[in-house]
């Protein structure tokens, strides 16, 4: 039965037709009572023939309509007009899953995304009875703001065998007619394809099809006939995912296959058991969680690992949540072109005006990765290796000015001249090079060339034995420093020596610690052992050792209390063969600052400041702590100096744009987002924290449009929570917070409270930050700087809070600690 535009099913004018299948016919129509346009399905002549079915469907219809959950397709009404039965949904824009995958796979990190979406809603339908039992892509729709809504929940008939009838409505492009069955029967559970009763984990079952054909492109079991394809499913076990795509990580071979198995009792029993192992996995792999600098392996250029990534974590003080630095690679030359775009105020107009200026420093330079010239292609972690150690043999001469390693390796492998590379990283000279590595034989190049006209100062080859590298590191900086005639730079460092054996197996596993990925570590600290049992005395293994144990605790590898405890044993081992080794000094602090002790972390802080003042990582690690003393207005010229030396790493621009926000700069935190967004669109948390401040600037419409667009769920609640609160749009404000608290709060009570906090229950705000007391929520950190906690300053319970966790004013000001900025005549402290 077809519809003509202005027919009247009820109070539902008809527009147009949206698509047809199986189960009916789909209309775009208006809702005259309510003046709001919707999506009305005509149900097949049958159901109005069919008492049990009609009966069926009215009450599975009413089921569905009960869920309300963002992952589900809402069913606003059903009715009967004269024999005519239809069903009223909401209107949806963007496109399903299938039109998506029609023009191929998509990333593992959105395929992750999503499957996590289809667990929520499949978890919220399982849990009331209700089993769909035709998840397939068609009947997955991605919503133009990013999320996924499963379509026909509760519609499609009970599995009746390969005889079913494909009952979902599909476009018109793809319809689908009853009888046909190939379409459904791709995505059928065993049991269903045999006609059994099935429950949730047939669903399940379907979704680990559509999860293996977004990520390879293809089905997991495939036939020329529906016979063929029956045997498939029931007897033959799917090829792993790996075999068709190699980026898959084994842990997402597993999730999916098991999600496969033909016998339920081995499958996944619960969607929150199979939501639970994602989230694990886009923890680990995707790393999303950005950082702030800190030393993983002894380079002063190191990272600042992410928070662990449990809800909890992801909001601490000390880090910035969002996509790993090793995103940015490809994002130097489009820095160039448009950093700061999206942004209009002063600060952005400074610091484009900043990059684009041509009189660099004259002592300044950026050492660029050397180029892998060896027949083993594996052996790029070598030349890697040996430019990173250049550059932090360089970046401890007093008076000259380093790029940072983000910045300086983000141009490896791109097309871009010495000139535009030099004018990014506002430096006067680059170093570039090559090395061949052939048994224990070496050759590295280097060439020395002024920015300003691409003119070779000096160049030089080396062959050596390999155990002659560190002699090669040490003359290449000294040859440096004299080419830049500079008497001031004072004398060239060297290189600490060890084992070649021992530095090839170092260099190895610092590079495998900057996946950031459980494997990656694992693999990393079997690698600093090795070097260890060869060099017992290598501090900079001790440190990468260090490093890596603070990583893993931060993601939630290793417990709180012994992940730390090993870290900063490791740490005070390297210091003990290194009393002048600043980044095990630094590693030290920063143990200390997240385990709640200030004073202890600025001691030694201080000491690595006293030995490498312009170590960026060392630097990062001071401004944090200047943060949790509340010394706002200095951390942010901290951050500002990194920002300048390594001015295309995100995170760096991603935790300025954070002090701004505690410091109440609003528009120059907007404008740090906006330009971090404009880089790396899905960097994690930028959309919540760019709507913070759009909040606290007073603009909640905006700042509810941002939080929106957040992907990662717990950030993006939270927004919702008080976006809505401030636009009285209570019910959804309280939706979100329970659906939070659900979450989190076994693992993020600080985050809970500053939401109670702002959405003035102050009893809940300090019920939750006691449980955060109790808890040690490293959150508490930043407590000093919240804004969000400003609602409740002026209750009498606050400041004895905040002494009774050591953050109380008069407490952090007895706090000595000093950062003077080298070269540019300013100290804060």
Not at 52 to 73: D, S, W, Y
Not at 209 to 235: D, H, N, Q
Not at 744 to 773: H, M, R, S
Request: glycine content about 8%; hydrophobic content about 40%.
């Amino acid at each position: 039965m077809s519809l003509a535009p202005g027919a009247r099913l009820g109070p539902y004018e008809i527009l147009s037709p949206l698509g047809a299948g199986g189960m009916g016919e789909v209309y775009r129509a208006r809702d005259t009572r309510l003046d709001r346009e919707v999506a009305v399905k005509v149900l097949p002549e049958a159901f109005a023939a069919d008492a049990e079915r009609l009966a069926r469907f009215e009450t599975e219809a009413k089921a569905v309509a009960a869920l309300t959950h963002p992952n589900i397709l809402s069913i606003h009404d059903y009715g009967n007009q004269e024999g005519v039965v239809y069903a009223v949904m909401e209107l949806l824009s963007g496109r399903t899953l299938q039109d998506r995958l029609d023009s191929g796979p998509v990333s593992q990190k959105r395929a992750i995304e999503y499957a996590l979406q289809v667990t929520e809603g499949l978890s919220a339908a399982h849990e009331k009875g209700i089993v769909h039992r035709d998840i397939k892509p068609a009947n997955l729709f991605l919503t133009e703001d990013g999320h996924v809504k499963i379509l026909d929940f509760g519609l499609a008939k009970r599995g009746q065998g390969v005889e079913a009838e494909a009952e979902t409505i599909e476009p018109a492009s793809r319809r689908t007619t009853a009888g046909e069955v190939m379409g459904t029967m791709d995505y059928m559970s065993p049991e269903q394809a045999r006609g059994e009763d099935v429950d949730a984990r047939s669903d399940l079952f379907s979704l680990g099809v559509v999860l293996y054909e977004m990520v390879t492109g293809r089905l997991p079991f495939e036939g020329k006939s529906a016979a063929e394809l029956f045997a498939e499913i029931l007897k033959t076990d799917p090829v792993p995912p790996s075999h068709w795509n190699a980026k898959i990580p084994e842990r997402l071979d597993e999730i999916i296959l098991e999600a496969l198995e033909k016998d339920p009792s081995l499958r996944y029993q619960s969607a929150a058991q199979m939501r639970a192992d994602l989230r694990r996995l886009q923890r680990d792999s995707s790393a999303p969680s950005a950082f702030r600098y800190r030393s993983l392996s002894g380079n002063g250029q190191g990272r600042r690992p992410p928070g662990r990534t449990s809800p909890a974590s992801r909001r601490r003080l000390w880090i910035a949540v969002g996509a790993l630095a090793l995103a940015v690679l490809g994002a130097a030359g489009y820095f160039v072109m448009r950093a700061g775009s999206s942004a209009t105020s002063k600060t952005a107009m400074e610091d484009k005006a900043a990059l684009a200026q041509a009189s660099a420093p004259r002592y300044s330079i950026a050492v660029l990765p050397f180029v892998n010239m060896s027949a083993d292609k594996d052996q790029s972690y070598f030349a890697d290796g040996i430019s990173e150690d250049l550059l932090n043999l360089l970046a401890r001469v007093p008076a000259l000015r380093v790029a940072a390693r983000t910045s300086s390796f983000a141009f490896k492998e791109k097309d871009v001249g010495i000139p535009q590379i030099a004018r990014t990283l506002h430096v006067a000279n680059v170093l570039e090079g090559s090395v061949r590595k052939e048994g224990d034989e070496v050759r590295i190049t280097a060439q020395l060339v002024r920015a300003s006209d691409g003119y070779e100062i000096w160049s030089q080859r080396y062959d050596r034995k390999l155990t002659d590298v560190f002699a090669i590191q040490d003359q290449i900086a000294a040859d440096v420093v004299k080419q830049l005639k500079v008497k001031l730079l004072g004398t060239a460092p060297k290189a600490r020596e060890t084992d070649p054996k021992a530095y090839a197996l170092y260099l190895q596993a610092r590079q495998l610690g900057y996946r950031y990925t459980a494997d990656a570590f694992r693999k990393s600290d079997a690698l600093y052992r090795r070097a260890l049992a060869i060099d017992p005395g290598y501090a900079p293994a001790w440190n990468g050792l260090a490093g890596n144990f603070s990583n893993e605790t931060n993601i939630g590898l290793l417990p709180n209390d012994e992940g730390f405890r090993r870290a900063r044993e490791a740490a005070e081992k390297a210091l003990a063969i290194d009393p002048d080794y600043a980044q095990a000094a630094a590693e030290l602090g920063f143990v200390a600052m997240i385990q709640g002790d200030p004073a202890g972390a600025a001691r030694h802080l201080q000491g690595a400041l006293a030995m490498e003042p312009s170590d960026l990582g060392v630097l990062s690690s001071s401004a944090t702590l200047l943060i949790t003393l509340g010394r706002l207005d200095e951390a942010i010229a901290v951050e500002k100096y990194i920002v300048a030396r390594d001015p295309v790493h995100v995170v760096s621009l991603y935790n300025l744009g954070l002090a701004c926000l505690w410091a109440g700069r609003y528009d120059d935190a907007l404008s740090r987002f906006h330009t971090v967004l404009t880089l790396s669109p899905d960097y994690g948390s930028a959309r919540y924290h760019l709507g913070v401040a759009l909040l606290l600037q007073g603009r909640p419409e905006a700042a509810l449009s941002e939080i929106k667009r957040e992907h990662i769920e717990d950030w993006r609640l939270m927004g919702l929570a008080m976006a809505c609160h401030s636009l009285g749009q209570n019910s959804e404000s309280d939706a979100a917070l329970a659906r939070l608290v659900r979450l989190d709060k076994k693992e993020g009570p600080y985050n809970i409270a500053y939401v109670y906090a702002y959405c003035g229950n102050p009893d809940k705000a300090f019920e939750w930050l006691q449980t955060a007391k109790k808890y040690s929520d490293p959150g508490l950190s930043e407590i000093p700087v919240d804004k969000l906690f400003d609602n409740i300053h002026g209750d009498p319970r606050w400041l004895p809070f905040l002494r009774s966790i050591g953050k109380a004013p008069e407490q952090l000001a007895k706090i000595k600690f000093k950062v003077a900025l080298p070269g540019e005549g300013k100290s804060s402290g």
